[in-house]
């Protein structure tokens, strides 16, 4: 994506925060402001909702057939299962 120069004035309080948090998080001061607006706009939120109900409409059928609600045991894998040895042994 092109990048443009976007200049803004803000009080010394505001700077020194801003400056403070990026340096908190391991991050430019430009890239911290990039990613406020950007959550702001809804743009990471709005990218994951989207991707979720491709992800659904690609695999409801499979999620349909395995949790079919029929069953406790089907609906939550591993439900009702033992395993003798403990947590740390695996299963045979």
């Known amino acids: 994506m092109a ?4 200049n803004v004035r803000v009080d010394e309080g505001t700077a020194r925060a801003a ?7 391991g991050m430019s001061v430009n890239r911290y402001i990039e990613e406020l607006v950007r959550q702001d706009a809804g743009e990471v939120g709005h990218t994951f909702v ?16 395995e949790f079919d609600g029929t069953s406790p045991a089907r609906a939550m ?3 009702g299962e033992k395993n ?6 695996g299963r045979r």
């Open 50 to 65: 989207e991707a979720a109900a491709d992800f659904m409409k690609q695999y409801e059928s499979v999620f349909a057939e």
């Open 3 to 6: 990048k443009t120069q976007l």
């Open 19 to 25: 400056r403070e948090r990026a340096l908190a998080r």
């Open 77 to 79: 894998p591993g439900a």
């Open 84 to 89: 003798p040895e403990g947590p740390s042994e």
